[in-house]
Nanobody, 123 residues
Framework: QVSLVESGGGLVQAGGSLRVSCAASGRTFVGNTMAWFRQAPGKEREFLAAISWSGANIFYSDSVKGRFTISRDNAKNMMYLDMNSLKPEDTAVYSC????????????????WGQGTQVTVSS
């Protein structure tokens, strides 16, 4: 089994920055892809960014491209999302996911999810 635990959420003013982290443990497999999603109240889950095992392949949604940066540290089993120029519409629960590249990128699906961390951006 795979366990994913997010941290680093909180309250930030519009225009500010925040980093959320995801710690992976358990039977994580070599070559996995990790990703960030978010879900705001009353809205569907939204894909944000994904990063391949080596970090050579990174994919962003248009809504966060240029503002958010995804990264990972395999030695620490960690993934990060650095968020800049935050807007009130970025308010949501941010969750990390782990699976294959095709599952996440092609189908926006994942077998493994974290419980999420709340990010609130005030205007």
């Amino acid at each position: 089994q795979v366990s994913l635990v997010e941290s680093g959420g909180g309250l930030v003013q519009a225009g500010g920055s925040l980093r959320v982290s995801c710690a992976a443990s358990g039977r994580t497999f070599v070559g996995n892809t990790m990703a960030w999603f978010r879900q705001a109240p009353g809205k569907e889950r939204e894909f944000l960014a994904a990063i391949s095992w080596s970090g050579a392949n990174i994919f962003y949604s248009d809504s966060v491209k240029g503002r958010f940066t995804i990264s990972r540290d395999n030695a620490k089993n960690m993934m990060y999302l650095d968020m800049n120029s935050l807007k009130p519409e970025d308010t949501a629960v941010y969750s990390c996911a782990l699976d294959t590249w095709s599952s996440i990128i092609d189908r926006r699906q994942s077998r493994y999810w974290g419980q999420g961390t709340q990010v609130t951006v005030s205007s």
